[in-house]
Structures are given as structure tokens and as C-alpha cells.
């Protein structure tokens, strides 16, 4: 059974790159007979805003893209993070840490890298080099949290790009789950979440490809057999080096509203962008009918 969610941060409006994702979720979903969860990614709670998720689930309605469950809020499932981190911590996996993002940058000795991937990381990330590993900190307000990872590579077949190897120790080092601030952080939040909501497979844009492997091997560490199918999507640019951003406000689907567009032109227009259909190929409100046939061979092959 499939189930895929779609995950956005009330941290802006929903722009066009998300209704791109949002066409791949629900497309593939809906060609597979599975199942779209629906989960507001507020981990990071300085610039999450109530305003903005009830912005994001209104313009979903008006799409029509629907989940199959309600909406979940990741501020609201504390508890099962800190559940998950018990469990570590009890394999002896835990420990705190006291380096602030700064620390980090001056003792990182460099960017993390990921030769294996065979892919330039579209954000350079900092290695954290394991400064508090054995400090023995006892944990505590104003510390950070993190998890010790094996130098182990993770070989793993995303949907789209095929077979990748990532070694997570390489790439940033042991993982933070909770930062200085008291935050979750989003790869902690969403491992434990994916796993726990029993999501198979996972859709995103390849600005998280770099993370999968780390994600895979947190999700083995808190109990979790079989890892969920990836596939990461093309990002719609703004320019060929700049992502698209829920500040570009041309591109959020309330201006598109505001404007007097239908649902079914900005889903045609995401389509066109992302490469999915071209102008005349799309009857409105059909493109994520165009997903479906073009991956989901791919999927069964894996499944
Ligand atoms: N919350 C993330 C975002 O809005 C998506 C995370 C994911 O799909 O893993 O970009």
C-alpha cells in the first residue's frame, strides 16, 4: 500500500513548487491507490505561523488537492519525538551538545561532501566534526541534542534518480534532533514522523535528495525495517542557481488566486514548469493525471 504525505512548513505562503510537489503526491498516490497524508511541518517554531498554515490548507482546498486523513501538526507530536529520542538514548546513542552554528563553522574544517552521490550537493552543508562526542555533557536547557552515527554508507534506489550512496558521517556528521533553542529539528521531526505514520513513500524536491541516506539510517536506529521509497523531483528555479522561495511572492498561488486564475491554469502552469506537459498537452486540471503513468512503473518495479 502506498501511503505519501505532503509536508509543507507553515513558514510562507504555498508557492508554485510546492503545487509541483503537490501534482507528484497526489498523482502517483492517486495512480497507485494509496493513500496522501497531510502533515504541517511547524517543527521550527520561531518561524512557523498559524497565519500561514491556514493560508496553505486553504489554498490546498482550493486546488483540490485532498488528503485522506486530517491535517497533523507536527508541533502537536512533541511527545512522540521525545519518545523516539528515549529509545536512543537508551542504545547509548544520545549526547549533548554545546556548539552553537558558529562553533560549528570554525571547526567544520570545511563543507561536508558526498563523493559516493555523484551529485554537487545543491546546498553546501557544515560537518559537524563530533566537538562534544565525548565531553560526556550532561543534557540540559541550551544544549543541543544529538545523535551518534555509524561511518556507514546507505545505498538506496530513489524512484527518479536511481541507485545513490550517501555516507551521512561524511556529509554533516552526527545528527542534530533537537537544537539549542528547544526546536526539533526537521530531520529528527520527519524520520520519526515518516516512520511512525507509516509513509512508503516519499516525494520531495532534490533539494533533500543529500539527505536520504542520513534519513534512512536515523529511521533504522528508532526501529524501522524497511525504509520508505524516494523520489526527489526537479525544483522549479528562479534562476538556475536560485531556488524559488515562499518570498517570491509572483509565484504564491494567493497572488495567482488574487489574480484571477483557476485552479486548474495554476496546476496547469506548475505542470509546465516543472517539465510534466507542455502547453497543449495539459487539459486544465488534469496534470496530476500525468504523474501517475510516467513513474508508476517505476514504482511497482521497487515496491
Ligand atoms: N517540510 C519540507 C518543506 O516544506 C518538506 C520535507 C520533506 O518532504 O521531507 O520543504
Not at 41 to 46: K, N, T
Not at 272 to 295: F, K, N, T
Amino acid at each position: 500500500m502506498i501511503v505519501s504525505r505532503f509536508a509543507p512548513a507553515p513558514t510562507g505562503l504555498l508557492h508554485i513548487g510546492h503545487v509541483v510537489n503537490a501534482i507528484y503526491v497526489w498523482g502517483l498516490a492517486r495512480a497507485a491507490d494509496g493513500v496522501v497524508l497531510l502533515r504541517i511541518e511547524d517543527h521550527d517554531r520561531q518561524r512557523s505561523r498559524p497565519e500561514f498554515e491556514r493560508a496553505i490548507l486553504d489554498d490546498l482546498e482550493w486546488l483540490g488537492f485532498e488528503a485522506d486523513a486530517p491535517p497533523v501538526r507536527q508541533s502537536d507530536r512533541v511527545a512522540i519525538y521525545a519518545g523516539a529520542l528515549d529509545r536512543l538514548r537508551t542504545a547509548g546513542l544520545v549526547y549533548a551538545c554545546e556548539c552553537s552554528r558558529r562553533d560549528v563553522e570554525r571547526t567544520a574544517g570545511g563543507l561536508g561532501s558526498d563523493p559516493a552521490s555523484g551529485q554537487a550537493a545543491l546546498e553546501a552543508e557544515l560537518r559537524y566534526p563530533g566537538t562534544c562526542a565525548s565531553k560526556h555533557l550532561r543534557e540540559r536547557h541550551r544544549l543541543g541534542t544529538r545523535i551518534r552515527l555509524a561511518r556507514s554508507v546507505e545505498t538506496f534506489e530513489d524512484v527518479r534518480h536511481g541507485r545513490r550512496e550517501q555516507c551521512a558521517a561524511d556529509q554533516c556528521g552526527d545528527l542534530l534532533a533537537r537544537d539549542r533553542e528547544g526546536n526539533w529539528t526537521y530531520q529528527f521531526a520527519v524520520t520519526v514522523d515518516d516512520h511512525e505514520q507509516g509513509v512508503t513513500l516519499v516525494i520531495r524536491g532534490d533539494d533533500l535528495l543529500a539527505s536520504t541516506g542520513r534519513q534512512i539510517q536515523l529511521a533504522r536506529l528508532i526501529g524501522r525495517e524497511t525504509p520508505p521509497l524516494f523520489l526527489h523531483h526537479a525544483l522549479i528555479m528562479k534562476t538556475p542557481a536560485q531556488k524559488l522561495s515562499k518570498a517570491d511572492g509572483d509565484t504564491s498561488v494567493r497572488d495567482l488566486r488574487a489574480s484571477g486564475h483557476t485552479p486548474g491554469q495554476v496546476i496547469a502552469r506548475a505542470a509546465r514548469l516543472a517539465g510534466l506537459c507542455s502547453a497543449e498537452e495539459i487539459a486544465a486540471g488534469q496534470a496530476a493525471s500525468l504523474v501517475g503513468p510516467r513513474y508508476e512503473a517505476a514504482l511497482r518495479r521497487r515496491r
